[in-house]
């Protein structure tokens, strides 16, 4: 899948980039060449309407010289015959003469005749008394300007052979940078899809031990339908305890589903984070026995902020019930809140097992466990901390981790005060 669709992105960019190399270099071979034979065309036409001047009655006898070098000017008759008023020109008035007759008029033409290329414009004659020196058997009808453009012509060619060369280099250049940048633009493709196929992997896996362990349970159930209920009490318990297990892991996996589609909004509001924390540090005094963890805290009072107080109550929960599952007993959490300058930061802190320096770029990875035997035993599925990571990323928050094996954790919470819109 992922071969195909880069070969078909190697072909699109390819595409895109020919075809912006080939507009490019048209407009400018047509904007060339518009300008060189603009530059001549000028020329020849300024010097034939020299000859429908007023004066053009003693232009025919003696017409000024031409200002560019390159122009000859010539005469038609209405009979078909042409003539050179320049005699000093005379040496190419036969080729010229040839390439003249095929003027025609009004038009301006290009021909190429023994090599040479050359540009002509046919101007009529605009007065009654057109004798060129008298001569009553040459009746002018037309003036002619004829000139040479091999210059601009071997130009343009020079042009064309540089585009085209430059072009088949182009077209390997393009390939190749399309082919690279395919490659770049499906790497977050394929690790979002490689994220995606784990997710999915390790999803199913943490579903289906819940759900084995019911179905057994209840099928043993079955199997002695005359027990008690004291009798199958065990069984009673592990199906409830998994069945929570269950509800805990499809309620996380909806939430990670919403925050990747954008589609868990945070409830902004004014919020007291002091009686936040302090609520849920309440909640966790009964697991100071259940544990053995001596739990203590630190609260500023009065702590406010713009925020959703749901979502900073589930943040607290996750962060002090990690806290406590990796701390051993006779441990200690401490929960910790100030702020400073414009942040709320919050700190919670145990004593507990430590994390690996190997593990702790990976601690926010969904399902995620570094002692898996441990999180499971305590019904940890590994989604709790890349809750709460996206958590304080959509307040514009930040969070960091201080551990030391053997020593203990420390997460260090830091969110705006003031209002911050949604990512």
């Given at each position: 899948?992922?071969?195909?669709?880069?070969?078909?992105?190697?072909?699109?960019?390819?595409?895109?980039?020919?075809?912006?190399?080939?507009?490019?270099t048209?407009?400018?071979?047509?904007y060339?060449?518009?300008?060189?034979?603009?530059?001549?065309?000028?020329?020849?036409?300024?010097?034939?309407?020299?000859?429908?001047?007023?004066?053009?009655?003693?232009?025919?006898a003696?017409?000024?010289?031409?200002?560019?070098?390159?122009?000859?000017?010539?005469?038609?008759?209405?009979?078909?015959?042409?003539?050179?008023?320049?005699?000093?020109?005379?040496?190419?008035?036969?080729?010229?003469?040839?390439?003249?007759?095929?003027?025609?008029?009004?038009?301006?033409?290009?021909?190429?005749?023994?090599?040479?290329?050359?540009?002509m414009?046919?101007?009529?004659?605009q007065?009654?008394?057109?004798?060129?020196?008298?001569?009553?058997?040459?009746?002018?009808?037309?003036v002619?300007?004829?000139?040479?453009?091999d210059?601009?012509?071997?130009?343009?060619?020079?042009?064309?052979?540089i585009?085209?060369?430059?072009?088949?280099?182009?077209?390997?250049?393009?390939?190749?940078?399309?082919?690279?940048?395919?490659?770049?633009?499906?790497?977050?493709?394929?690790?979002?899809?490689?994220?995606?196929?784990?997710?999915?992997?390790?999803?199913?896996?943490?579903?289906?031990?819940?759900?084995?362990?019911?179905?057994?349970?209840?099928?043993l159930?079955?199997?002695?339908?005359?027990?008690?209920?004291?009798?199958?009490?065990?069984?009673?318990?592990?199906?409830?305890?998994?069945s929570?297990?269950?509800?805990?892991?499809?309620?996380?996996?909806?939430?990670?589903?919403?925050?990747?589609?954008?589609?868990?909004?945070?409830?902004?509001?004014?919020?007291n984070?002091?009686?936040?924390?302090?609520?849920?540090?309440?909640?966790?005094?009964?697991?100071e026995?259940?544990?053995r963890?001596?739990?203590?805290?630190?609260?500023?009072?009065?702590l406010?902020?713009?925020?959703?107080?749901?979502?900073?109550?589930?943040?607290?929960?996750?962060?002090?019930?990690?806290?406590?599952?990796?701390?051993?007993?006779?441990?200690?959490?401490?929960?910790?809140?100030?702020?400073?300058?414009?942040?709320?930061v919050?700190?919670?802190?145990?004593?507990?097992?430590?994390?690996?320096?190997?593990?702790?770029?990976?601690?926010?990875?969904?399902?995620?466990?570094?002692?898996?035997?441990?999180?499971?035993?305590?019904?940890g599925?590994?989604?709790?901390?890349?809750?709460a990571?996206?958590?304080?990323?959509?307040?514009?928050?930040?969070?960091?981790?201080e551990?030391?094996?053997?020593?203990?954790?420390?997460?260090?919470?830091?969110?705006?005060v003031?209002?911050?819109?949604?990512?």
């Amino acid at each position: 899948m992922f071969k195909i669709t880069s070969r078909r992105l190697t072909i699109l960019n390819s595409l895109v980039f020919l075809l912006i190399f080939v507009a490019f270099t048209s407009i400018l071979y047509g904007y060339l060449a518009l300008r060189l034979f603009d530059k001549v065309d000028n020329a020849m036409q300024s010097q034939a309407n020299l000859f429908n001047l007023p004066q053009g009655r003693f232009a025919l006898a003696a017409p000024p010289p031409p200002f560019d070098p390159r122009i000859f000017m010539l005469l038609r008759s209405s009979d078909g015959r042409i003539i050179n008023p320049t005699p000093f020109r005379i040496d190419e008035t036969e080729d010229i003469a040839k390439i003249a007759a095929l003027a025609t008029t009004g038009e301006i033409q290009t021909k190429e005749y023994q090599n040479h290329v050359y540009r002509m414009i046919s101007v009529p004659y605009q007065y009654e008394n057109n004798l060129y020196n008298g001569d009553g058997g040459f009746l002018v009808q037309e003036v002619i300007a004829v000139s040479i453009v091999d210059s601009e012509i071997e130009l343009l060619n020079n042009l064309l052979w540089i585009t085209v060369g430059g072009g088949i280099i182009s077209v390997i250049s393009i390939i190749l940078a399309g082919y690279f940048l395919a490659g770049r633009a499906m790497v977050p493709i394929r690790a979002a899809w490689e994220k995606q196929q784990q997710f999915v992997s390790e999803a199913s896996h943490e579903l289906r031990s819940p759900i084995t362990g019911i179905y057994n349970n209840a099928e043993l159930m079955l199997r002695h339908p005359k027990h008690t209920i004291e009798e199958e009490g065990h069984r009673i318990n592990t199906i409830m305890k998994e069945s929570k297990r269950m509800t805990k892991l499809i309620s996380s996996l909806l939430t990670l589903a919403r925050s990747d589609a954008n589609k868990a909004e945070l409830q902004l509001a004014p919020v007291n984070i002091s009686e936040v924390i302090h609520s849920v540090v309440q909640g966790f005094e009964v697991m100071e026995e259940v544990y053995r963890v001596n739990l203590t805290w630190n609260i500023q009072p009065n702590l406010e902020l713009i925020a959703d107080k749901e979502r900073l109550h589930q943040l607290m929960v996750i962060l002090i019930d990690n806290a406590f599952k990796y701390t051993h007993a006779g441990g200690q959490v401490h929960i910790c809140s100030s702020q400073s300058e414009k942040n709320v930061v919050i700190t919670v802190q145990d004593t507990g097992c430590g994390i690996s320096p190997e593990n702790l770029s990976h601690i926010f990875d969904r399902f995620f466990r570094e002692d898996k035997a441990r999180s499971r035993e305590s019904g940890g599925i590994g989604l709790g901390l890349a809750i709460a990571k996206w958590i304080i990323e959509k307040h514009r928050g930040q969070i960091k981790v201080e551990s030391k094996l053997g020593k203990g954790t420390k997460f260090i919470v830091s969110i705006p005060v003031t209002k911050s819109k949604e990512s």
